[in-house]
């Protein structure tokens, strides 16, 4: 098994920055990609960005590409998503995901993930 706890999230003004951690601990060995995922009210679940752990390579959705960037310390099992010029509809619950299944493709859907954090919500104003 493998947990996953988020932290990082709050209030911020539009233009402004947040940065979002995501430790993992118990069979961290397991992981091939850990993702990031957000949920207003009312809306799915959308992929935001993804790590690979093997390579570094990073992936995002058209949305945020420029302003998000995702990054990993596997030395702390933690992966962060640093946020800038952040926009009103960027609010949502924000979860970190890692897919312990997929060694060479990324996914970018939901059940393409095993484990999931709790969330910590994100929420700009305008």
């Known amino acids: 098994q493998v947990q996953l706890v988020e932290s990082g999230g709050g209030l911020v003004q539009a233009g402004g920055s947040l940065r979002l951690s995501c430790a993992a601990s118990g069979r961290t060995f397991s992981i091939y990609t850990v993702g990031w995922f957000r949920q207003a009210p009312g809306k799915e679940r959308e992929f935001v960005a993804a790590i690979k752990k093997v390579d570094g390579n990073t992936y995002y959705a058209d949305s945020v590409k420029g302003r998000f960037t995702i990054s990993r310390d596997n030395a702390k099992n933690t992966v962060y998503l640093q946020m800038n010029s952040l926009r009103p509809e960027d609010t949502a619950n924000y979860y970190c995901?890692?897919?312990?299944?997929?060694?060479?493709?990324?996914?970018?859907?939901?059940?393409?993930?095993?484990?999931w954090g709790q969330g910590t919500q994100v929420t700009v104003s305008s």
């Open positions: 995901t890692a897919d312990s299944t997929r060694t060479l493709v990324v996914g970018k859907l939901p059940r393409n993930y095993d484990y």
